[in-house]
Each structure stands twice: as structure tokens, then as C-alpha cells.
């Protein structure tokens, strides 16, 4: 082998051992798809407790139409959730959701005069958080997404109930934040006075591992 070719071979295999180093590192440095402290730091185990209260400054909102003004805000709401497994990035982890509360609510729609109670119910849900920046909930066990509005009028207390198929957030680590944007609820049962849709938006954050000392903030890679 004449020397350029020789030259020419031993570049190839140097590019080689620096794509694998550098694709290893790569890796390496993804860690789990949860982890909590930074970005591929340590990962979220098993059977630990997330949780969030609202963001700082921010409201719940369940409009009436997608990006509406009318409808019900919640000055309070907090989920809890589950760890179930939590494989290498990129990669899917899974949770349970275990509560999902709102509260200190107020409303403007036409005939309402309150809100008496806003109840999440069918829990425990099932939910996925995938690489790249998206978490899924889907119903469980119990039943479908529902929730219960029960609403005060002039005329009594009314009673709303919606459903969802499922429900999409999207999870931002520079805040370690989780962002719902309009996601529909369909009305199930209740009389003609309760909206046909709810198309609920939150901003939970920071989403923490409680199950950890100090209740680290959780990043997902």
C-alpha cells in the first residue's frame, strides 16, 4: 500500500473511532428519559412521586372554544403521578396518574352564578412521556377521562359531565414545566345549560420528584 492510500485508510479509521466515541457520548449523556437535577442526570426510579401545582403566576382554564375567553378558571390545580419505568433515552417512560385537582374556580358563562366543585374522576390514568417533548394521558382501568362540573345557577346547582380520548402536554425543561393548550372535553351528560365542549389549558411547573431529598426539579431527555 502506497502511502496516501495508507494515509488515506488510517483517516478513515480515525473518522470511525471518533463517530463512535462521539455517538457513545451522546448517549451517555441522554441518560433516562426522566432524570432529575439536569438533563441526563440522575434518573427518575421506579415507583417514584412526581408532582406540580400550577406555575407561578398562571391559571387553569377549561373555555368553552379553543382559545376563548368564556368558560371557568381555576386559581388552584395539582396532579400527582407515578414513576413505572423509566428506560435509556431516547425512549418512552411511563407513569400513573394518581390525582388531578382544581379548585378555587370562578366563572362567566351566561345563567352561572359559580362554581361549586370541579372533580377529576376515574383515576388512576395512564401516562407516557416520550424523547423530544410530549406526554400523553390515556384512561385507565376505572374508565374514561371524565370530569364532573357542577355548576351554581339562578335555578340550582348543575351538574356537567365531560370526557376526553386523551390528553397531550408538552413538558419544557427550561422551567421544568408541563403546558396542556386546549385540550377538548366533550359533554357527556347534563342538561342543555352546560356547554357542549371544555377545552382545558394549564401550565404545571416545576414538575418534582418528591420521593427524592430535597424534591429535585424532573427534566426529560
Known amino acids: 500500500m502506497d502511502k496516501r492510500a495508507l494515509s488515506a485508510a488510517l483517516g478513515a479509521a480515525v473518522a470511525a473511532v471518533l463517530a463512535v466515541t462521539a455517538s457513545a457520548s451522546a448517549t451517555a449523556s441522554a441518560g433516562n428519559v426522566l432524570t432529575t437535577g439536569s438533563a441526563g442526570g440522575t434518573a427518575v426510579a421506579s415507583g417514584d412521586v412526581l408532582s406540580a401545582s400550577l406555575a407561578t403566576g398562571t391559571k387553569a382554564k377549561i373555555a368553552t372554544t379553543a382559545g376563548g375567553s368564556t368558560g371557568i378558571t381555576c386559581n388552584t390545580s395539582a396532579f400527582t403521578a407515578t414513576a413505572n419505568t423509566n428506560p435509556a433515552a431516547p425512549g418512552t417512560a ?101 356547554p357542549g365542549s371544555g377545552y382545558f389549558t394549564a401550565k404545571y411547573g416545576p414538575v418534582l420528584d418528591t420521593s427524592q431529598a430535597g424534591s429535585p426539579a424532573v427534566f426529560v431527555n
Open 94 to 194: 411511563t407513569e400513573t396518574v394518581t390525582a388531578h385537582t382544581l379548585s378555587s374556580c370562578t366563572t362567566n358563562i351566561v345563567g352561572a352564578t359559580g362554581v361549586q366543585s370541579i372533580t377529576v374522576n376515574n383515576l388512576p390514568f395512564a401516562a407516557s412521556v416520550t424523547s423530544g417533548g410530549s406526554l400523553t394521558v390515556s384512561a385507565g382501568a376505572a374508565g374514561p377521562i371524565q370530569t364532573t362540573l357542577k355548576i351554581n345557577t339562578i335555578l340550582g346547582v348543575t351538574t356537567c359531565v365531560y370526557r376526553a380520548g386523551s390528553l397531550t402536554a408538552t413538558p419544557d425543561n427550561a422551567d421544568n414545566s408541563l403546558s396542556f393548550t386546549d385540550q377538548l372535553f366533550t359533554k357527556f351528560s347534563g342538561p342543555g345549560t352546560c
